[in-house]
């Protein structure tokens, strides 16, 4: 089952890790648009060799793989969402990339336009914290799903939790 933004209005999901620059999160929380025509057989067999790569062998038994798979529809890509089985508005959704370390939520989410309606609830969750430079905010999502972290070269996010916050309170 993919996790999706739909009634979930209410709940900002929570990720934090190590990432190499901003523009590398960036990237990896953005859709790619895939090419839409195919003008003779060779150029879609090549295309269908880059999609059979997009979805690794070692997740084909995961439950959300098939739903994906129809959802991007060889149309387009989402690496985030592949990696956590999920699918989001990227208007909800904020990420930051400081250029040090830090175990302080504060420091990670206190620049995030509803970071007051949610920070307190988090560090008190969240206590302790490896140290980490990266952070990432979806508004409106409520992420349920079992994957709790996803490694890549640039980029290595855990998923802390969901908050309830209310951003007309």
Excluded at 26 to 43: P, R, V
Excluded at 64 to 89: A, I, R, V
Excluded at 118 to 145: H, I, Q, S
């Amino acid at each position: 089952m993919i996790y999706d933004y739909e009634d979930q209005e209410g709940y900002v999901s929570l990720w934090v890790g190590i990432c190499s620059g901003y523009q590398v999160i960036n990237e990896y929380l953005s859709t790619a648009y895939l090419e839409e025509s195919f003008d003779g057989k060779a150029e879609r067999i090549n295309q269908n060799r880059i999609w059979d790569k997009l979805f690794l062998p070692q997740n084909i038994s995961r439950a959300c793989e098939k739903e994906l798979k129809d959802y991007f529809n060889y149309e387009s890509f989402n690496q985030f969402e592949y990696d956590f089985g999920l699918t989001f508005d990227e208007d909800f959704r904020e990420a930051n990339v400081l250029e040090y370390c830090t175990g302080d939520l504060e420091k990670l989410f206190g620049d995030f336009s509803e970071s007051g309606l949610f920070l307190d609830e988090a560090k008190a969750a969240a206590p302790y914290l490896p140290e980490c430079n990266t952070a990432v905010a979806l508004y409106d999502f409520k992420y349920e799903g079992g994957i709790s972290k996803v490694s890549h070269e640039n980029v290595t996010l855990y998923f802390l939790s969901y908050f309830k916050y209310d951003k007309h309170g």
